[in-house]
């Protein structure tokens, strides 16, 4: 299994909401970018999302990146075993994996 970053300050220091339409820094061109590209390949990867290094995380992008996600590997238990999330801040931390869950 492959292991990769994706790291969210290289892409913007202010990340914004879901979708591109709504503005700069969404989560839809975040995952586009920088997830979707480090995915692409046909064995599953093991993903870092490093989210350190930004002005915060308004709950529309933690909560959109946890729908890509879930689209991605096929559910929640698989988001668990594949996906890693760096961040120093534990309340963000805490909200994205509730989000991951609460967002069927």
């Known amino acids: 299994m492959t292991k990769v970053i994706a790291t969210v300050s290289e892409f913007t220091n202010i990340p914004g909401g879901r979708f591109i339409k709504e503005g700069k820094g969404s ?5 586009q970018k920088f ?10 990867t093991s ?3 490093d989210m350190t290094g930004t002005w915060g995380y308004p709950p529309s992008f ?5 729908i890509y996600l879930k689209e991605y590997f096929g559910g929640v238990s698989e988001v668990l075993e594949h996906v890693k999330i760096q961040i120093t801040d534990p309340e ?7 989000q991951l869950e609460d967002d069927n």
């Open 92 to 98: 963000t931390f805490d909200r994205f994996w509730a």
């Open 47 to 49: 993903l870092t999302i």
């Open 35 to 44: 997830v979707e590209p480090i995915l692409a390949g046909p064995r599953r």
């Open 62 to 66: 933690t909560s959109q990146l946890g």
């Open 27 to 31: 989560a839809e061109e975040f995952f």
